[in-house]
């Protein structure tokens, strides 16, 4: 029987398809997410958690510009000015702990490396779509909104909120928001990740109860500029992907509910890859990974 809730996110999904033992090894041995496995006095659970919460330079650097585009939009919203003094400042102080937390080093030269890969993303966003235009009369109004507030789907936690939301005219815009981005179109399953935030609007009593009502933006970080897509929504779009997210849940629940915090790591199946493995914090004790790096 399973004791915790099932969390289902991109990420999350993602990690599960790519390499089933990193998923296991994390989520499952050291109870990844909150309440997660630094507060387990199970040595094993613990450091199971800390292994796999280890992050590269690359992802730690957009965990720091995903928290200055997270202060930019707040600030925006209360109308305060925002200071590329101060949240350079911030993006460094957020960095120099993220790396202390990660590896218990802190390069300065690798800090301000990350900086200048980082900071141009924070400091360009007057520029992106849509976020240029949040002060101007084009907007009617929006509000920003908490993505890792959980949206409940039964007994299994659920992350679809948008980033913030805007209504202009009759239509409500739900926001995603990335730090990186690899192309500007969604590829179709990532349009169906999207799709699932139609569900969360539907059910906010504040909000229209009819689908074409709302359109769906993904704005990122590609190729040095802020670039956005969007799409309308449909009962087509939202039922497909309800469909995806009943799927995902229905093998995330199997893949519980099959293995312990006792099981054996080397029955699973591991996507021994130098793509996979090189940010995998788990790769020193992972069989599969021992000849690639």
């Keep these: 029987m399973l004791t915790k809730s099932i969390v289902w996110s991109p990420s999350r999904v993602r990690m599960l398809n790519e390499c089933p033992r990193r998923y296991v090894h994390f989520h499952v041995v050291g109870s990844g997410g909150w309440p997660g496995g630094p ?10 958690w800390q292994l796999g919460n ?7 650097m957009l965990r720091a510009v995903g928290d200055g585009v997270k202060d930019w939009v707040l600030m925006k919203y209360r109308g305060e000015e925002w200071s590329e ?9 957020r960095l120099r702990n993220n790396l202390k937390n990660s590896s218990g080093e802190i390069d300065d030269g690798l800090v301000n490396k990350m900086i200048s890969e980082g900071f141009p993303r924070i400091s360009a966003l007057d520029r992106a779509p849509l976020l240029s235009q949040l002060s101007g009369k084009h907007v009617d109004e929006w509000m920003p909104l908490n993505r890792l507030e959980a949206h409940w789907v039964g007994n ?3 992350y679809t909120v948008p980033d913030l939301i805007a209504r202009i005219g009759e239509k409500w815009h739900l ?13 179709e399953i990532q349009q169906l990740e999207l799709g699932v935030m139609l569900k969360w609007a539907l059910e906010e009593p504040s909000l229209p109860d009819s689908v074409e009502q709302f359109v769906i933006h993904r704005i990122g970080w590609v190729n040095h500029r802020w670039l956005g897509w969007r799409k309308h929504g449909s009962a087509v779009w939202k039922d497909a992907s309800q469909v995806m997210l009943a799927h995902d849940l229905k093998e995330l629940r199997f893949i519980h509910s099959a293995n312990r915090e006792d099981v054996d790591l080397d029955k699973l199946a591991a996507n021994g890859t130098k793509k996979n493995c090189k940010n995998c914090g788990f790769r020193n004790e992972c069989p599969s990974s021992a000849t690639l790096l």
């Design 39 to 48: 507060r387990s006095k199970v040595p094993k659970v613990a450091h199971a």
């Design 175 to 187: 926001v995603r928001l990335s730090s990186q981005m690899w192309s500007r179109v969604p590829s």
């Design 54 to 60: 280890r992050r590269n330079q690359n992802d730690l």
């Design 85 to 93: 003094v101060q949240a350079k400042n911030e993006m460094t102080a």
């Design 156 to 158: 299994s936690r659920v």
